[in-house]
């Protein structure tokens, strides 16, 4: 049985260096040795390549019915800080509507353009391709729901000024679906110096609007820092009746959420759903429990439920934390399903802090986690791994090909390399979807590129299925992260992501070549393309040939690649560099069945680590290879 290697998920005789964090401050990701886990034999995706770094406007993806499309783009890249949030919507007659967050300026002009995007497909074309905001301020990480009584479109984001002084939320709204005339007006403001609330999460119940949200920290324009129930910069939730317009309840904190077991929120923490009157909201931290709080009164009152408790309660960074105890990264997701009962999944995180002499300034963090964790409130009693990356069988190898070192400018925040859940279901079919670094596909400095993945389940999550990957097939070097799912799922999975050619977040210091524009993606999968697992791109489904390593292997000149036929057919050899692009392709007609060992003359590329993918009938396999 094949074995699979994932980044640092036992706690016990690990060599893992962490990285030191501050609060309130992104992490650098650390240096990361293997470790082998268990015995599984996952499918394995193989990459297949475009012809070229910069993706396509649109093409066929997972499954010869599938396809994608940019549907807009950005300056910005980041979309969330960690849980993703609800982007795309899709309606009974075949429209659908995605937002984003948006700028058409870059971060040398503090993105003075940022803004909610927005784009509506009306059954026949996408209306809005482009990066124009629908607000006249500058807003940011923007959630939308649709009100079936009104038929409006409704897009909350926080306002945040160019000097990063933060002045509420904007509760914009169009005038039906699909229009892009729209209406904003500022809620939940505060005054000029004190904190306001970040990061919004929305969901309608009934007649009423649920906000979740995060007050900043303190910073020089808004100097009083806000604490709560002795909560720093807590995570508060909103209460708005949309029939009467009214505000029942304004930055409140939830039952149980205090100092007893909190000592700050965190930047999309958390996620919310409801389902009729029944509301979840799930909350997690790399050190904080993994808590969920319902509602069946659509959100008037709310019961506490504590699913994975964190070893120190209230940790402030003065504690010895030397068992390295695992927790969540802050990336969560939520469904309730129609019995009302809560699906709760989140990332796995994991710390230690072995200095206490250092206050409250710093801790360590592993970021080589590699499982989505699953709780359900059907079956309270056990925690399971619903989602992770598998390794790649096809390379010829036992280990993941992900390098020694996730480097600064590939992390995303203080995520690990495994996150950003996002859960939709039909029935009691329950698509996971989140994403992670992919085996094989690697940069020059040998860092994994991130992929969109999806598990699944038929029972309700009583048991899971391994891992597809969805976006492999979009090429080498290119990187897809948080994806956002529409509810309807019946027949297909509606996703939208943002699509870039360099890893990781902008970041001045450490990310600075990494530029825009960013593109956002619409994809759309029929389920029965996920089930059938007979798609373009997966090893297993390729019963028409197999293909050896190349020789002689380092080689100068020519090399030969021998491939096996189970039956005669036309082959394409094509050859890759680490950033994608094609710079050999050469035909083979009527190849006969058996062994066929194709000869490749490439006198005249440099040295360094390419790769050759062979391609016959609907199956391409790719492999790497070496130039002295």
């Known amino acids: 049985m094949k074995k699979l290697y994932v980044l640092g998920f036992l706690a016990s005789s690990i060599a893992v260096q962490a990285q030191t964090l501050k609060p309130g401050t992104p992490a650098n990701e650390s240096k990361l040795t293997t470790r082998e886990i268990k015995d599984v034999t996952p499918p394995s995706p193989v990459i297949n390549p475009n012809n070229g770094r910069s993706m396509p406007t649109s093409g066929q993806g997972l ?53 909610t995007g927005y784009n509506h497909f009306d059954g026949t074309s996408w209306q809005n391709f482009g990066n124009a905001r629908i607000e006249q301020f500058r807003t940011g990480y923007s959630n939308m729901d649709f009100d079936p009584v009104t038929g409006k479109e409704i897009v909350f984001a926080h306002r945040v000024e160019t000097n990063s002084r933060s002045t509420g939320m904007i509760f914009s709204s169009n005038t039906g679906v699909g229009s892009n005339t729209w209406t904003g007006v500022t809620v939940l403001d505060t005054t000029s110096n004190l904190a306001g609330v970040l990061w919004p999460r929305t969901v309608i119940s009934g007649d009423y609007l649920i906000v979740i949200g995060s007050f900043t920290d303190s910073s020089s324009t808004q100097p009083i820092r806000v604490d709560l129930n002795g909560v720093r910069s807590p995570q508060v939730y909103s209460r708005y009746n949309l029939r009467t317009n009214t505000w029942l309840v304004k930055n409140q904190t939830l039952p149980g959420y205090d100092g007893t077991r909190y000592y700050a929120g965190g930047g999309d923490n958390y996620a919310i759903d409801a389902n009729g009157n029944n509301v979840a909201i799930l909350m997690g931290g790399l050190s904080d ?11 008037a009152t709310w019961s506490k439920t504590i699913l994975d408790s964190f070893p120190v309660p209230a940790f402030n960074f003065r504690q010895l934390l030397l068992d390295t105890p695992f927790s969540s990264d802050g990336a969560v997701a939520v469904k309730v399903d129609n019995s009302g009962k809560a699906h709760c999944f989140w990332a796995l995180g994991r710390i230690f802090d072995n200095d206490t002499a250092n206050g409250n300034n710093s801790f360590s963090f592993f970021p080589g986690q590699n499982s989505i964790e699953y709780w359900y409130e059907g079956r309270p009693d056990s925690i399971v791994t619903a989602g992770f990356s598998p390794e790649d069988g096809t390379d010829n190898d036992a280990t993941w090909t992900i390098g020694s070192v996730i480097d600064d400018r590939a992390r995303y925040g203080n995520l690990s390399m495994t996150t950003a859940p996002t859960i939709v279901s039909s029935g009691d079919t329950l698509y996971l979807l989140y994403h992670s670094r992919t085996d094989n596909d690697v940069d020059g400095q040998g860092i994994a590129f991130t992929d969109i993945f999806v598990s699944t389940s038929t029972n309700n999550g009583a048991t899971w299925n391994s891992p597809l990957n969805l976006t492999a097939v979009m090429g080498f070097n290119s990187e897809q992260v948080f994806a956002s799912a529409a509810s309807d799922c019946r027949t ?3 996703i939208t992501y943002m699509n870039t050619g360099l890893q990781g977040f902008f970041d001045a210091t450490n990310n600075a070549n990494k530029v825009g524009p960013y593109d956002i993606v619409y994809y759309e999968i029929p389920v029965t393309d996920i089930f059938a697992r007979t798609v373009i791109g997966l090893n297993e489904a390729n019963d028409l040939f197999t293909i050896d390593q190349n020789y002689p292997n380092p080689f100068n000149g020519t090399t030969t690649i021998p491939v096996k036929l189970n039956r005669s057919s036309d082959v394409k050899i094509s050859v890759m560099n680490l950033i994608g692009q094609t710079i050999y392709e050469e035909n083979f007609a009527n190849s006969p069945s058996g062994v066929n060992n194709f000869e490749l003359a490439l006198p005249n590329i440099k040295s360094g680590v390419y790769f050759y993918q062979v391609e016959a009938g609907d199956f391409k396999s790719t492999r790497r290879m070496i130039v002295e």
Do not use: C, E, H, M
Not at 289 to 299: E, F, M, Q, R, T
């Open 289 to 299: 429990d993994v808590a969920l709080w319902k509602s069946a009164d659509a959100g």
């Open 63 to 115: 499954g010869k019915n599938s396809r994608w499309i940019t549907v807009g783009q950005t300056q910005f890249d980041r979309p969330s800080n960690a849980s993703t949030y609800r982007r795309i919507i899709a309606y009974p007659d075949g429209k659908k509507s995605v937002i984003w967050t948006t700028s058409s300026d870059g971060p040398s002009a503090s993105y003075s353009t940022r803004g």
């Open 492 to 494: 297909s999975l509606k």
